[in-house]
């Protein structure tokens, strides 16, 4: 009786020792961290490794990002424990070729990846590389500025072993000088960040007045401008859409270059209570809103913008006479809203009508005279 439970506990035993190797070995394959003694953890060579660039919208979420090309540069910038006789420099590294990363339109609410080859060692050692985005110029694109490192551990297969492997992980930090990863504010890392920013902005007309024609079809115009040094290459590669009777839209062939700023303009009609919105607009774009002038018609008018709950707005209304009246604000969240109101008054008259006071008069003459008759009547009477 006793045999049989020792077998049993022998059979257990020996499962849940085949159970735990293989998941000890897909750890350790995640980050390749052992040191390659373990027969059933070996360590994998890393040929290629995939570099991963977070793209995020901000701003309105109708926004789509433009179509863009992201260059991240490996720059070689420190190498430790290689064998002395090889005489290993910063210089001399093996070199990573530069990698462009694809976004396509609207790609700002994923992952954007691309497979970097790694190039032959031919000693062990630590190799660091600086890895960094360059700065493009796109508007509302934000590019990433902080520096990474990638470390390219190059170590043999195994203590007997002349093979030699690349282990990879991307840090934070820079190294320490012995060419290990430096402990303090380090953190590993899978790529880098990048935003497209973008906004809306609401053109509505309002007529008042008891004279205010609601049926009237007025006209406004919107001057759009982004400043830029490059007069050659135009910044604002987003698709601007709106609808105004129909649908339409601002490309970047739209824009032109004046005055150190690109611009663009955009014609409207609008008749009471209509509404006309300009969508993925990217942050940096400045606005000027003017009205064709209706005062010879007995029109006022005013330019209002909707309270902003983040407070992040710069827009400023500008009044005097009409030839100088306008709305000027900045794409710095995601809406501004504009209201424009033509009002048109008149008393009403309700005193007496001129062509009828002779009317009144003789009116007022008879009434008269009958009453002196009346009067007259009685005190003969009465004298009798």
Known sequence: MKKWYKNILSLLFAA?????????????????????????NPLSDTTKFTFTKHYTLVGAASGQSPAEDFTVTFTPYAVANTPAS?????????????????????????????????PTYSNIGDYWYQVAETAGSTAGVTYDSNQYYLHVQVV????????????VTLHTKAPNADGTPNTTGDSKNDGITNTYSN???AVKKVVSGNLGD???????TVEFTYTSADSANCPVKSTIQYTDGTAKTIATTDWAYASGAWKATAALTLSDNETVTFTNLPYGVAYTVTE????ADGYTHTFAFASDDSGSDTVTAEGGTWSNAKA????????DELTITNEKTSEIDVGVLVENAPFFGIFALAAAGLFVLLISKRRKMTDR
Request: hydrophobic share 45%; proline share 3%; charged share 15%.
């Open 16 to 40: 849940v020792l085949l159970m735990t190797l293989p998941l000890a070995a897909f750890a350790a394959n995640a980050y390749n961290t052992n040191d390659g003694t373990d027969p059933a």
């Open 86 to 118: 090889a005489g290993i420099t910063v210089a001399t590294m093996p070199a990573i070729a530069t990698a462009t990363l694809s976004a396509a339109a609207g790609a700002a609410t994923g992952d954007i990846t691309a497979e970097i080859t790694l």
């Open 156 to 167: 043999h297969e195994s203590d007997s072993s002349t093979n030699l492997l690349r282990l």
């Open 199 to 201: 906004g809306t902005l």
């Open 214 to 220: 609601k049926t009237k079809e007025y006209q406004a």
């Open 292 to 295: 064709t002038d209706y005062s």
């Open 328 to 335: 000027t604000g900045t794409i710095a969240d995601d809406a």
